[in-house]
C-alpha cells in the first residue's frame, strides 16, 4: 500500500505541464494534512518536477532527461535573476533553447531571435513587442516595467516576459554559472543510471525456501538476492553465508539477513562504492519510497561505472577536475608527478588553497595505485603536514611511495617539493575496490 506521500507525487507526476498547484489544494483534493502536502511539495521540487517562483506560485514543469540538463526552462530562469514575472506566466513552464543578447539594432538583432529563445535586452519597448511576435520571451534588466500592451501579448502567446533588477552583464554570468552547475549535475554518476531493475534480476520471498535459493544461485551464479514482502518491499538480503549447513526445506525469511543496506535512485555512484567498500559487500538493494524493491546494484556494476566515469571529458568544471587535469606523470617507477598550481586553486592571499592541496595529494595517491595496477579506490583516512605556502604559478614535484599494501588496503607516504623544498607531505590510507 502506497504512503500519502508517494500518492502526492504520483498526483503531481501525473499533472499536466503547466498546471499551477498549491499546499491547500493538494491538502484539500487528496485529503491530506497541508504538512503533509508542503512536504511532498518540496521532494517534487527537488526532483525537478515543479519550481515555485514569488508571487507566481507552483508550477509544474517539464521533467528534462539528463542529457538535456543544460537546458532550463522560463521558471528556472526567474528564479536564477531574482526577476519578476510581468507577463505570460502560463508559459513559465517551457524550456528554452538558447538565449540572445540585444545589443544591437533591432533589424540586426531579429536575424538571431527565434522561437523557444529567451531575448536579454534594456527598456527597448519596440523590441520587447517584435520579440515576442517572432515565438521568443523577454528578459528585462535593470528593473524596468513593459506596456500594458506588452504584457497582454504575452499572455495570449502564453511567452514570459521576465523583469530583473540586473543588469545584462550580471545576468548573463548567473545563468552561465546555473547552467554550468547543471552540466555538473549532469556529468555525476547516479544509481539511477547504472542500476539493474527488478525485472531483470532476481530476488526472493520471505515465504521461499532455501532449496529456492540454491536454484536461482546456480541459474544466475549471483551470491546474493534481496529478500521482500508479499507487497515487494524489501525486508532482507540472503547471500551462501546464510544457507550453509541449512535445510533445503527452512523458510528464507528465518535464514535471510534483516533490515539490509540499501540505497535509492538519487545516490551517486560514488556514494555506493564507498559503501560497498566499508560494509564489504557485494550487493546493494535499490528502492523507493516505502522501501519498494526497484532493482540491484552489484560491485562490479560501480566499477564499471567509476572506471567509464574516469575516461569521460567534463562539461562543468569543478574545482577536483581542475587539479586533475594540471597533474601529468613523470616516472611511473618511482610514481614521480609534476603539477602547476593555476590561479582557480588559490586561496585569497594568493597561496595554494587547502583545498586544492589535498585533492592534489589524494589525485596523486590513487594514480599511483592505478600504475600498480590496483584499480579504483577511496580514502579512508589521511594525515597532511602543510608546511609552506605554495605560490600561484609554482611548479610542483610529487612523490608516492607505497608503504603497506594488502588485497584491500594500501597505506601511502607522499611528498610535495617546489623547487627542490618540501613544502608538505601527507599519509593517506586507501580503501581498494575489488572486481
Not at 11 to 40: C, F, H, M, W
Not at 157 to 164: N, R
Not at 272 to 285: C, N, Q
Request: no cysteine.
Amino acid at each position: 500500500m502506497t504512503t500519502k506521500h508517494e500518492q502526492i507525487l504520483a498526483y503531481i507526476e501525473n499533472l499536466p505541464v503547466g498546471d499551477k498547484i498549491s499546499v491547500r489544494q493538494i491538502a484539500k483534493d487528496l485529503a491530506v494534512s497541508e504538512g503533509t502536502a508542503y512536504r511532498a511539495i518540496k521532494e517534487a521540487e527537488n526532483r525537478r518536477l515543479v519550481s515555485t517562483i514569488e508571487r507566481v506560485g507552483t508550477i509544474r514543469i517539464e521533467l528534462k532527461k539528463k542529457e538535456h540538463f543544460e537546458r532550463l526552462t522560463f521558471a528556472e530562469v526567474v528564479n536564477i535573476v531574482d526577476g519578476q514575472v510581468l507577463g505570460g506566466k502560463t508559459g513559465l513552464y517551457k524550456t528554452l533553447n538558447k538565449f540572445v543578447i540585444g545589443a544591437m539594432q533591432l533589424d540586426d538583432m531579429m536575424r538571431y531571435v527565434e522561437p523557444s529563445n529567451l531575448l536579454i535586452v534594456g527598456n527597448r519597448l519596440k523590441v520587447h513587442e517584435t520579440a515576442l511576435q517572432a515565438g521568443a520571451a523577454v528578459l528585462i534588466t535593470g528593473g524596468f516595467d513593459v506596456l500594458d500592451s506588452i504584457k497582454k501579448l504575452a499572455d495570449e502567446l502564453e511567452l514570459p516576459v521576465i523583469s530583473t533588477s540586473y543588469d545584462t552583464f550580471t545576468v548573463a554570468t548567473m545563468i552561465n554559472r546555473a547552467i554550468d552547475d547543471q552540466l555538473i549535475k549532469k556529468d555525476v554518476l547516479l544509481i539511477e543510471d547504472i542500476y539493474v531493475p527488478i525485472q531483470d534480476t532476481s530476488f526472493l520471498y520471505t515465504t521461499d525456501q532455501v532449496k529456492q535459493y540454491r536454484e536461482l544461485n546456480h541459474l544466475t551464479t549471483h551470491g546474493g538476492f534481496p529478500v521482500v514482502d508479499k507487497s515487494n518491499k524489501l525486508v532482507g538480503i540472503v547471500t551462501a553465508r546464510d544457507v550453509i549447513g541449512k535445510s533445503s526445506n527452512e523458510l528464507i525469511e528465518k535464514v535471510m539477513t534483516k533490515n539490509p543496506i540499501s540505497i535509492t535512485m538519487k545516490t551517486s555512484v560514488a556514494s555506493a562504492s564507498h559503501r560497498m567498500i566499508w560494509e564489504g559487500i557485494d550487493l546493494l538493494p535499490v528502492v523507493r519510497d516505502s522501501n519498494y524493491l526497484e532493482g540491484v546494484i552489484s560491485r562490479q556494476d560501480v566499477l564499471k561505472a567509476l572506471q567509464a566515469a574516469s575516461r569521460q571529458p567534463q562539461n562543468g568544471e569543478t574545482i577536483d577536475d581542475i587539479v586533475k587535469q594540471q597533474i601529468k606523470v613523470i616516472s611511473t617507477e618511482e610514481f614521480l608527478f609534476e603539477f602547476e598550481v593555476t590561479p582557480q586553486m588559490t586561496d585569497h592571499y594568493g597561496a595554494m588553497s587547502y583545498g586544492a592541496f589535498t585533492i592534489l595529494l589524494t589525485e596523486t595517491g590513487a594514480q599511483t595505485l592505478k600504475i600498480r595496477k590496483r584499480g579504483e579506490s577511496v580514502v579512508e583516512n589521511m594525515t597532511i603536514y602543510y608546511t609552506k605556502p605554495i605560490q600561484l604559478e609554482s611548479i610542483l614535484r610529487v612523490h608516492a611511495r607505497v608503504l603497506e599494501m594488502s588485497r584491500k588496503v594500501a597505506k601511502m607516504d607522499i611528498e610535495v617539493f617546489n623547487d627542490k623544498q618540501l613544502v608538505g607531505k601527507a599519509m593517506v590510507t586507501y580503501q581498494l575496490l575489488e572486481r
